[in-house]
């Protein structure tokens, strides 16, 4: 006689439930499960909104503030991206906490673009001018 296997039984912890997640800069809500951090969980369903970099707290570039709710670590935060005082005003690295609750963040800053026009013209001013030799 063939022995019966059993399926894995779906839990309803709260470390797995989605819970919602809203990035009031951009007034854009997604469901993010408590076992995956906020940027991936973003990443995951192919919002936008949080910026992406190394997706490991490198490099500061997911850093938000928490509005309301809580989060728990998934990983270290560097210092070199958010201070003792900065985390104690709510903000954290996006890549390196997961919801505890139902969170409502704001990014903390929008990435400028490193080639701009206005960088350009401060480059070109910045350029030394050559004159013509004479002959």
Do not use: D
């Amino acid at each position: 006689m063939a022995s019966m296997t059993s399926l894995p039984v779906l839990t309803t912890s709260p470390r797995l439930a989605a819970l919602p997640v809203t990035i009031a800069n951009v007034g854009l809500s997604y469901a993010c499960a408590g076992n995956e951090s906020l940027l991936t969980g973003m990443v995951r369903l192919g919002r936008k909104g949080i910026p992406v970099g190394c997706v490991n707290g490198g490099c500061g570039v997911c850093k938000v503030r928490i509005v309301e709710g809580s989060v728990r670590s998934v990983g270290p935060i560097s210092r070199a991206h958010v201070s003792a005082e900065e985390e104690a005003q709510g903000y954290t690295l996006a890549c390196r906490v997961a919801p505890a609750t139902a969170v409502q963040l704001e990014v903390a800053a929008k990435l400028a673009r490193p080639f701009s026009r206005a960088g350009a013209t401060v480059a070109s001013a910045l350029r030394p001018t050559t004159q013509p030799k004479e002959t």
